[in-house]
């Protein structure tokens, strides 16, 4: 797969989060790859997206870079969106917050095999503490 159609392969797996459908994620992601040098399996991946869905109801994943080499892609994604749930460790407090996500893919085969997600956590927290602690 070049560049090119790696980009829009790409897109179209984050259009399928935004869309929520993550109940299968086989066209994107292989049946076992690796997440932050953990191997899992595409249910568990798939189920690790659809838990912050259901923690975050209008989580949306907006790509605001994106850098295609080869088989690998980098994207800087933002979130601007309200935790109805507990995440990361933080109780909901009501509040819309913002944070990033800097992930790393190896794509094989045109699939997912590797990931390596950053999230700013320092920002989550800062965002989800509760103003009376």
């Known amino acids: ?5 790696l980009e829009d392969h790409y897109r179209q797996y984050i259009s399928y989060l935004n869309d929520r459908k993550t109940h299968d994620l086989s066209d994107f992601v292989h049946e076992e790859l690796t997440y932050n040098d953990k191997p899992i399996t595409r249910v568990d ?26 088989n690998h892609v ?15 460790g933080n109780a909901p407090n009501g509040e819309k917050i913002s944070f990033v996500e800097h992930v790393f893919y ?11 997600s950053l999230l700013d956590d320092r920002a989550i927290d800062a965002q989800m503490k509760s103003t009376d602690q």
């Open 74 to 88: 980098a994207s800087r994604i933002q979130f601007n969106c309200t935790p109805m749930k507990d995440f990361r």
């Open 106 to 116: 190896q794509f094989e085969d045109g699939k997912i095999r590797q990931v390596w």
């Open 1 to 5: 797969m070049d560049s090119l159609n």
């Open 45 to 70: 991946y798939q189920n690790y997206i659809a838990d912050d869905i259901a923690r975050i109801p209008d989580l949306y994943f907006d790509i605001h870079h994106l850098i295609v080499s080869d």
